[in-house]
């Protein structure tokens, strides 16, 4: 058994641990080759994963954590907290509850423990594709959809609600209307994009925020080396024995914020999981705060002359 990972409550009541694994990868890898990775994580100590109707990793995640608890890796079902993701396709008030059935299927579970809309975009209800065509992005109609997004909670399919790149500016036309708050607001987050403002917005409203790209997604081909690279993350990791990942995912971890890391190497999933028993000192926390500041996934992929946004600046509000 790994290292015990920090849990925080969510406004929903529900507790989430503060680290999850994140399964998104393109190409997709092998099925069996997911399943062993997610096994090898429960095994070192995770209990927190992060899928989306989008990945293609709903149906291997379910596998593993059935065979998790036959082998008594885990005891209950509820001592893991899994997160899945409502797709652009289905982001419309009347297919949010099959969306979300079927999710349910693929894991082979009752209920997930948080339920994010994927971005804060419709598209037409066509098959799953990224990149999609741009002729098919509609404007999302926050309240309705998030209405069913409440009606799944209330029917316990679901323990907790929230979204995913949503700016200050959409979180406040979305709560205009809202019944239940949204929990989490998943988003690009490290220190070489650290998104202060909505940090401080999320906080004044109660919504956990979860990073995406903690490490800056270096390896992805719209990723950056803007983390890994970063001479000031570099001399505090060598002058703390640590890694430069690890001060990144603590700094993170220290602005009260979870973190999703992804990694199928189970060395590198045990480095993760060591970020809980040292800390960054003030001067260190002063040091990062100078990074300079870049958004990794410029969002240009949402940009369209037809769609709901027409600049990069309207899908993100100028959020930083």
Same mark, same amino acid.
């Not at 909670?153 to 406040?172: A, H, M, T, Y």
């Not at 996934?297 to 600046?313: D, H, R, W």
């Given at each position: 058994?790994?290292?015990?990972?920090?849990?925080?409550?969510?406004?929903?009541?529900?507790?989430?641990?503060?680290?999850?694994?994140?399964?998104?990868?393109? +190409?997709?890898?092998?099925? *069996? &080759? !997911?399943?062993?990775? /997610?096994?090898?994580?429960? %095994?070192?100590?995770?209990?927190?994963?992060?899928?989306?109707?989008?990945?293609?990793?709903?149906?291997?995640?379910?596998?593993?954590?059935?065979?998790?608890?036959?082998?008594?890796?885990?005891?209950?079902?509820?001592?893991?907290?899994?997160?899945?993701?409502?797709?652009?396709?289905?982001?419309?008030?009347?297919?949010?509850?099959?969306?979300?059935?079927?999710?349910?299927?693929?894991?082979?579970?009752?209920?997930?423990?948080?339920?994010?809309?994927?971005?804060?975009?419709?598209?037409?209800?066509?098959?799953?594709?990224? +990149?999609?065509?741009?002729? *098919? &992005? !509609?404007?999302?109609? /926050?309240?309705?959809?998030? %209405?069913?997004?409440?009606?799944?909670?209330?029917?316990?399919?679901?323990?907790?609600?929230?979204?995913?790149?949503?700016?200050?500016?959409?979180?406040?036309?979305?709560?205009?209307?809202?019944?239940?708050?949204?929990?989490?607001?998943?988003?690009?987050?490290?220190?070489?994009?650290?998104?202060?403002?909505?940090?401080?917005?999320?906080?004044?409203?109660?919504?956990?925020?979860?990073?995406?790209?903690?490490?800056?997604?270096?390896?992805?081909?719209?990723?950056?080396?803007?983390?890994?690279?970063?001479?000031?993350?570099?001399?505090?990791?060598?002058?703390?024995?640590?890694?430069?990942?690890?001060?990144?995912?603590?700094?993170?971890?220290?602005?009260?914020?979870?973190?999703?890391?992804?990694?199928?190497?189970?060395?590198?999933?045990?480095?993760?999981?060591?970020?809980?028993?040292?800390?960054?000192?003030?001067?260190?926390?002063?040091?990062?705060?100078?990074?300079?500041?870049?958004?990794?996934?410029?969002?240009?992929?949402?940009?369209?002359?037809?769609?709901?946004?027409?600049?990069?600046?309207?899908?993100?509000?100028?959020?930083?």
């Amino acid at each position: 058994m790994g290292e015990r990972i920090p849990e925080v409550v969510l406004n929903s009541g529900e507790k989430i641990p503060m680290l999850g694994l994140g399964t998104a990868s393109s +190409p997709v890898p092998h099925q *069996d &080759l !997911l399943i062993s990775s /997610f096994i090898s994580a429960i %095994e070192t100590g995770c209990r927190h994963f992060d899928t989306g109707a989008l990945y293609g990793s709903e149906a291997p995640l379910g596998k593993a954590i059935a065979q998790a608890l036959q082998q008594g890796r885990v005891k209950t079902r509820d001592e893991l907290f899994i997160t899945s993701k409502l797709w652009c396709t289905n982001a419309h008030h009347d297919r949010v509850l099959p969306a979300l059935k079927q999710s349910l299927q693929n894991l082979e579970l009752d209920y997930i423990d948080l339920y994010l809309i994927h971005w804060p975009v419709s598209s037409k209800p066509v098959e799953y594709k990224f +990149p999609f065509d741009k002729e *098919d &992005l !509609l404007p999302m109609d /926050f309240k309705a959809v998030w %209405e069913a997004m409440e009606e799944c909670q209330r029917l316990g399919l679901v323990k907790s609600i929230g979204v995913s790149n949503f700016s200050c500016k959409k979180l406040s036309q979305l709560m205009v209307n809202a019944k239940i708050p949204p929990a989490v607001n998943q988003v690009e987050l490290n220190p070489a994009w650290q998104q202060r403002q909505l940090r401080d917005f999320c906080k004044e409203n109660g919504i956990l925020v979860s990073a995406w790209s903690p490490l800056g997604a270096c390896g992805a081909s719209w990723g950056s080396l803007a983390v890994m690279d970063s001479p000031i993350l570099k001399e505090i990791a060598a002058a703390k024995g640590k890694s430069t990942a690890q001060v990144s995912l603590r700094w993170i971890y220290q602005q009260g914020v979870s973190v999703i890391v992804k990694s199928f190497n189970k060395e590198r999933m045990k480095e993760n999981l060591g970020i809980f028993d040292w800390e960054l000192s003030e001067e260190e926390l002063q040091q990062i705060s100078q990074i300079p500041q870049q958004r990794g996934f410029s969002g240009e992929l949402f940009i369209s002359p037809t769609g709901p946004y027409k600049t990069v600046q309207e899908l993100w509000d100028e959020d930083s």
